[in-house]
């Protein structure tokens, strides 16, 4: 390389490391928004929901104070979550919804460029990412580039940019659980599924209506899930709480105790369907990624892999080394965080909107000349 394209290739990379500098990295999952500002840590970690009012349709809370209401909300209220199943389910919601986290992890910063990374779905669709990139670019940020929640993931448990081998990295987050098989900071292979760990609540809420006739809201199924259910057979059946609701025969308020026995075999029901999921995609490995990902082992990610036993559970199934990663439900943004210092990395794993794109492959290319 001569010293004329070394400094253009100098060049190149600050251009391109400013584009990130005092950037946002923001995953937007359907339970959770999490946006780290560069420099500054974690900004935002408040549910992915919106109160809105249903005579006027004006949104009236945002995040934790949607979730206060959330399940007792007022006549005319009603609280949504504009992106169940991991995608822009309700466009105009969502774009009001990062708006908001957005300022809210800008507010005290003065002369803040507005770059973000975001992460999204494997195999969303070409509308489904566009739809995304819209709702950021009209909640005021300028330029916005997104990764592969895989790939995030895998960075932010702790796989390296540079690994030639291969990694199995599983998010289970809310709605959705993805698979992704990562080599060489690229994506080796992919799979995502629509169910999580919120599915376990769903059955729960399913369960206690059909067979002890009480109708338990979101929140009571939820703490049934964390204090309660486990991945592998529990130590103590017997173990039980009380649980309140809408008794479904008189219509009056209710409660019941219900045991570890009980709810095992219905989240049960759940676990392994997550679990074959992971098994199908494994399978479909190509043999040295096979033999790559049996050295090493499954990392779990995502709120969902910190379900009791759950890391025990995939071990046994698999028969493969299992770990969760450290912090597993801010795994996705330390990871779009981390390509905040690898400029390099930017070219082959982002993808940008239309107009950015451009600017982007420009700035990449004067890195190789
Ligand atoms: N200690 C825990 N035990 C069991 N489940 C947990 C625990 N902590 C969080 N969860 C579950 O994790 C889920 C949320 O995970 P996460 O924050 O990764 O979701 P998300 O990223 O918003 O969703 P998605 O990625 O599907 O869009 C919730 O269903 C929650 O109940
Ligand atoms: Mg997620």
């Avoid at 451009?358 to 000349?369: K, V």
């Amino acid at each position: 390389m001569s010293l004329m394209s070394k400094t253009a290739a100098f060049t190149g990379l600050d251009a391109l490391r400013n584009l990130v500098s005092d950037s946002m990295a923001i995953d937007m999952g359907s339970e959770a928004t999490i946006i780290v500002v560069r420099g500054r840590g974690v900004m935002v970690d408040e549910p992915s929901l919106v109160a809105v009012s249903t005579s006027t349709g004006e949104v009236l809370a945002i995040g934790l104070e949607a979730q206060q209401m959330y399940g007792r909300e007022a006549r005319d209220v009603t609280v949504i979550a504009p992106l169940l199943d991991g995608v822009v389910a309700d466009f105009e919601r969502t774009k009001v919804m990062l708006a908001h986290f957005v300022r809210q992890a800008r507010s005290g910063i003065s002369h803040f460029s507005r770059r973000a990374i975001m992460s999204v779905l494997s195999g969303i669709t070409q509308v489904e990412q566009r739809a995304l990139l819209n709702a950021a670019e009209r909640a005021g940020i300028g330029r916005v580039c997104m990764i592969e929640n895989g790939l995030a993931a895998a960075l932010g448990a702790g796989v390296k940019i540079d690994d030639t081998r291969a990694s199995a990295v599983v998010d289970i987050g809310g709605s959705t659980t993805s698979v992704a098989i990562v080599a060489n900071g690229a994506m080796v292979h992919a799979r995502t599924e629509r169910i999580g760990s919120r599915d376990i609540d769903a059955a729960i809420i399913d369960h206690v209506r059909r067979h002890r006739g009480l109708a338990i809201g979101e929140q009571t199924a939820e703490r049934l899930k964390l204090e309660l259910v486990s991945a592998t057979l529990p130590d103590n059946l017997a173990q039980e709480i009380t649980i309140k609701g809408r008794d479904i025969l008189t219509s009056s308020p209710g409660a019941l105790e219900i045991t570890a026995g009980e709810v095992y075999p219905v989240a049960h029901e759940v676990v392994r369907k997550i679990v074959e999921i992971i098994s199908m995609t494994l399978a479909e490995l190509p043999a040295e990624v096979a033999g790559d990902i049996y050295d090493r082992g499954i990392i779990l990610t995502g709120g969902g892999a910190q379900l009791s036993g759950l890391d025990n559970y995939v071990r046994d199934q698999t028969r493969l080394p299992v770990r969760i990663a450290d912090e597993p439900r801010y795994a996705i943004v330390r990871g779009l965080e981390q390509t905040f210092a690898e400029p390099l990395w930017l070219r082959r794993v982002i993808r940008c909107g239309p107009d950015h794109l451009l600017d982007f492959e420009r700035d990449a290319s004067a890195l190789e000349t």
